[in-house]
């Protein structure tokens, strides 16, 4: 091989180098780029993700404290309906006793079988 063939040679090899030199951080640039831009993609459909879940918890937990205010409530009023209940009884009983067409034996016998039904 000849000088001139040996000094194209080198000259090609040092272009493809430098070539490469320039290229390969404008490359690795745009790789880190794009890498920045799903990053970002990501912690914004995160944040989306986040923000709707904290929005469901709420609403789940706002429908549970509505649940157990209703269900006070209904405790409540079923407290309250089975001292109706005893109420209603006793003006049974009462007015058993206090009514002069009711025959003493009637009387007794009611009283007793109400009490065995308490």
């Known amino acids: 091989m000849d000088t001139g063939a040996v000094i194209v040679i ?3 090899a040092v ?41 469901a918890q709420a609403d789940a937990d706002e429908r549970a404290a509505r649940a157990r205010r209703e269900s006070a409530q209904a405790e409540q009023r079923a407290r309250q309906a089975a001292r109706e209940r005893e109420a209603a009884v006793e003006h049974r009983e009462r007015a058993r006793e206090l009514d002069p067409d009711v025959d003493e034996d009637i009387r ?8 065995t039904r308490a």
């Open 15 to 55: 272009l493809v180098l430098l070539l490469l030199a320039w290229a390969l951080p404008r490359l690795r640039a745009r790789r880190s780029e794009q890498l920045r831009s799903r990053a970002s993609e990501e912690r914004y459909e995160a944040r989306a993700r986040q923000l709707a879940a904290e929005r």
């Open 108 to 115: 007794a016998s009611n009283g007793a079988h109400d009490r």
């Open 10 to 12: 080198v000259v090609a």
